[in-house]
């Protein structure tokens, strides 16, 4: 699949493709190689009006990282797992969900309220396991960062963690 930006840059060609020949932004996706949202942004550009039934979560669903079976979801930068879930109460338009603020709803069989947080106990982000996560308000949360926080001061104090300024990271003696 060749990317092509200038066809989609081109208002006949749009125009053309999507209401004389009826493809679909799916379609064009797979001819051009662009995404979804590039080309709908070409087509607000040149007032090309979409239909309502080519919408970005159709096209998601499609998206061949979706097809593959070992794709489990996707991480913003932060690190954190995101699932694909578009008719959560709390999803965004996008459709993707915080994976650990969903497992800890099922936890405790509720929509989680904004001001929940969802704190990872062994720090992992990755580690969405049940016995791994533990569900606070947001002072709470604070709180046990705080101490965390105290707790390493301590073990740098005690000698038992050290900083190697040669490697830049901390280490156990």
């Given at each position: 699949?060749?990317?092509?930006?200038?066809?989609?840059?081109?208002?006949?060609?749009?125009?053309?493709?999507?209401?004389?020949?009826g493809?679909?932004?799916?379609?064009?996706r797979?001819?051009?190689?662009?995404?979804?949202?590039?080309?709908?942004?070409?087509f607000?550009?040149?007032g090309?009006?979409?239909?309502?039934?080519?919408?970005?979560?159709?096209?998601q669903?499609?998206?061949?990282?979706?097809?593959?079976?070992?794709?489990?979801g996707?991480?913003?930068?932060?690190?954190?797992?995101?699932?694909?879930?578009?008719?959560?109460?709390?999803?965004?338009?996008?459709?993707?969900?915080?994976?650990h603020?969903?497992?800890?709803?099922?936890?405790?069989?509720?929509?989680?309220?904004?001001?929940?947080?969802?704190?990872?106990?062994?720090?992992?982000?990755t580690?969405?396991?049940?016995?791994?996560?533990?569900?606070s308000?947001?002072?709470?949360?604070?709180?046990?960062?705080?101490?965390?926080?105290?707790l390493?001061?301590?073990?740098?104090?005690?000698?038992?963690?050290?900083?190697d300024?040669?490697?830049?990271?901390?280490?156990?003696?």
């Amino acid at each position: 699949m060749k990317i092509n930006n200038e066809r989609v840059r081109s208002k006949e060609w749009c125009e053309e493709q999507y209401i004389a020949f009826g493809k679909s932004l799916h379609a064009i996706r797979s001819e051009t190689g662009l995404g979804i949202n590039t080309i709908k942004r070409w087509f607000k550009k040149h007032g090309v009006e979409t239909r309502k039934d080519d919408v970005v979560v159709r096209a998601q669903k499609s998206h061949k990282l979706y097809m593959n079976p070992k794709w489990k979801g996707r991480r913003n930068n932060c690190g954190y797992t995101y699932i694909y879930h578009p008719n959560h109460p709390n999803a965004p338009p996008s459709g993707y969900i915080s994976e650990h603020r969903f497992i800890a709803e099922e936890l405790v069989g509720r929509v989680l309220e904004i001001d929940e947080f969802v704190h990872h106990i062994d720090m992992d982000k990755t580690n969405n396991n049940l016995e791994n996560l533990f569900i606070s308000k947001q002072r709470g949360h604070k709180i046990i960062h705080a101490s965390f926080s105290r707790l390493c001061k301590t073990l740098i104090d005690r000698g038992i963690v050290y900083f190697d300024r040669e490697d830049g990271v901390y280490g156990l003696r």
